[in-house]
C-alpha cells in the first residue's frame, strides 16, 4: 500500500488515507454521518475500513431540532455518545453540511467523547474524493507542522503585523500548541484530514492591537461565503482580547451588524490564531473549501468565538476557557484568514509577509 493518494480506487484511496492514522486489523471503528449523507461515499468509507480488516459499525445520527432550527443531535448522557465513547476512533466522511442537524466540535459533548480516549478523525470537510487526493499529507508537511506546533507551545508571546497596518499582541504562554496534519494515530487525538496548520488559544483577554483585513484577505464564515474574497480592507481592534470596534467601509458594517446580530460575547474574542502549512492548498477560485482557506502554506488564521475544545493526545486541541453564552444551536464559532502577514513568536519572525522563515518550519 502506498501512501500518496495515487490510485484509481475511491474506496483504496480512502484506506490509504485511514492508515496513516493507525487503523487496522480489529480496530473498533464509528463511521458516523448525519442522516442525510452521500451514499458512494459512505460505500468507499465502509469499503476501505473493510480493507484494512476494522471491526466497525455505522452509526447515523438522528435528526434533533430546537425550536425552529436544527440541534446538535449528539447529546450528553444518549445512546450515540455511549457509542462513540466506546470506539477506538470515529470515522466522520463527508456529509451534507448546513442543512441537517450535525454534532458541534466546540461542545461539552464532543469533548467528552475525546476526552474519553477515542481518536476522531474527520473528513467531513477535506474529504471529498477530489481533497483526498489533493491534500494527500505529505511527509514534509507533517513534520514541518508538527515543529510549528512545538515552537508555538514553548512561546509566550505572539505578535502579528502587516504592511497594511495590523500590530496585535497576544499572550500564549502555557497554552497548547496546536497543530493538524490529518492523522489520529494516538489515544484522544481529533484532526481534520485534509488539513495542515499550527494554532493556539492565546489567553482570552491578552489581545490588544488591531488586525487589518486587507483586499483578497478573507473573513470565511464570519460574513458567509469562503469564497468571498475581501473587496476592501475591514479594521478590528482589539483591548484587553476583545473587539473594541470595527473600522472601513459597507464590508465593515456587514461584519459589525453581524456580530450584533449573533448577540455572543464570545464572538468578540479570538478563540485561536496560528499559520497555515500545506503546500498542496490553493487561495480561492472554483470548489474553495475549508481545508483549503485554513491550511494555506503562510497565511495566518484568526478564529473568534469558543475555543473549549481539549482532548488527550500531546499538540492537539485548544484548552481554553471562552465557553459558549448561550446553548447551542447559534453557532459559536467562526473566522477568517489573512495573507501577507509577519508572524513573531517571543520575537523570533516565523512568517515573513507569508512565508514561512525558520528552515525548520518550512
Not at 55 to 70: E, L, N
Amino acid at each position: 500500500m502506498t501512501t500518496s493518494g495515487q490510485t484509481n480506487s475511491f474506496a483504496q484511496l480512502v484506506a490509504e488515507a485511514l492508515a496513516l492514522s493507525k487503523i487496522g486489523e480489529g480496530t473498533r471503528a464509528a463511521l458516523l454521518s448525519s442522516h442525510v449523507y452521500d451514499e458512494r461515499a459512505m460505500r468507499a468509507y465502509s469499503d476501505a475500513l473493510d480493507i484494512l480488516g476494522a471491526d466497525w459499525v455505522r452509526v447515523i445520527m438522528a435528526p434533533r431540532t430546537q425550536g425552529t432550527s436544527f440541534a446538535n443531535p449528539v447529546q450528553e448522557g444518549s445512546f450515540v455518545t455511549d457509542i462513540l465513547k466506546s470506539a477506538d476512533v470515529v470515522v466522520r466522511p463527508t456529509t451534507a453540511k448546513g442543512a441537517v442537524a450535525d454534532i458541534g466540535m466546540y461542545t461539552p459533548v464532543f469533548e467528552e467523547i475525546i476526552m474519553s480516549g477515542t481518536r476522531w478523525w474527520d473528513c467531513s470537510v477535506g474529504g471529498s474524493e477530489t481533497l483526498l487526493r489533493k491534500l494527500f499529507p505529505t511527509q514534509a508537511m507533517i513534520d514541518r507542522t508538527r515543529a510549528g506546533a512545538v515552537s508555538m507551545q514553548d512561546a509566550k508571546t505572539l505578535r502579528i503585523t502587516s504592511e497594511a497596518g495590523t500590530d496585535l499582541t497576544l499572550s500564549v504562554e502555557g497554552r497548547i500548541g496546536h497543530c493538524q496534519v490529518g492523522i489520529v494515530d494516538e489515544p484522544g487525538r481529533w484532526d481534520n484530514f485534509g488539513f495542515g496548520l499550527v494554532a493556539t488559544a492565546p489567553v482570552e483577554d491578552s489581545a490588544n492591537g488591531k488586525v487589518v483585513w486587507d483586499g483578497g484577505d478573507s473573513l470565511g464564515e464570519l460574513l458567509g461565503s469562503y469564497s468571498a474574497l475581501l473587496p476592501e480592507q475591514v479594521v478590528t481592534h482589539f483591548e484587553d482580547g476583545k473587539i473594541v470596534s470595527i473600522e472601513g467601509g459597507w464590508v465593515a458594517r456587514r461584519f459589525e451588524e453581524y456580530l450584533a446580530g449573533l448577540n455572543r460575547p464570545e464572538f468578540y474574542r479570538i478563540a485561536h490564531i496560528g499559520w497555515g502549512t500545506h503546500e498542496s492548498a490553493a487561495w480561492g477560485g472554483p470548489g474553495w473549501n475549508t481545508a483549503e482557506w485554513e491550511s494555506y502554506y503562510g497565511c495566518i488564521m484568526l478564529h473568534l468565538g469558543m475555543n473549549i475544545f481539549s482532548t488527550l493526545a500531546p499538540y492537539n486541541g485548544l484548552h481554553g476557557t471562552s465557553r459558549p453564552s448561550i446553548a447551542w444551536p447559534m453557532p459559536s464559532h467562526a473566522g477568517g484568514c489573512l495573507l501577507r502577514h509577519d508572524l513573531y513568536l517571543d520575537g523570533e519572525k516565523i512568517l515573513n509577509a507569508g512565508a514561512i522563515v525558520p528552515d525548520g518550519l518550512k
